[in-house]
């Protein structure tokens, strides 16, 4: 129907890489003081928390081994850090533009996307399990 069909595996792959990079980078940010670092006074538990779950979820992603498990893993802390981070500081306020939780949610919701279809082509999962496509 789409004139992009031919290539929906191909531009899954990209979409699950490019995430997964970019999901890699905040844990970086945080692990490492990379790209600008964390603001003062951050709580432990979301500097080294959810910095090692974007690091690890987040090459794991990009590279496409346990995928599945990882992105899973990813969108249950966004889920929690647009909850914690956003909803909470804005007094309940569940409307991502309005809370500026709009990057909390996307994540949440790509990577649920990611979690339930799978690593897809371009993957060390594909790889592992002999597919043609890898």
């Excluded at 670092?37 to 974007?54: H, L």
């Excluded at 007094?91 to 649920?112: D, T, W």
Aim: proline share 4%; glycine share 14%.
């Amino acid at each position: 129907m789409g004139f992009l069909r031919p290539h929906a595996d191909r531009i899954y792959a990209l979409l699950r890489i490019m995430a997964g990079l970019m999901f890699m980078q905040h844990g970086l940010q945080k692990l490492f003081g990379l790209f600008g670092g964390v603001p003062a006074g951050a709580p432990a538990f979301i500097v080294y928390g959810a910095g090692i779950i974007e690091l690890v979820c987040g090459v794991l992603v990009a590279i496409g081994l346990f995928a599945g498990p990882a992105a899973f893993l990813a969108s249950g802390t966004m889920a929690v850090a647009f909850f914690l981070g956003h909803v909470v500081p804005a007094k309940g306020n569940l409307l991502p533009i309005v809370n500026q939780g709009e990057l909390a949610a996307l994540y949440c919701f790509v990577f649920f996307y990611i979690a339930a279809h799978g690593a897809g082509i371009w993957s060390v999962d594909a790889t592992r399990q002999g597919s043609k496509r890898a």
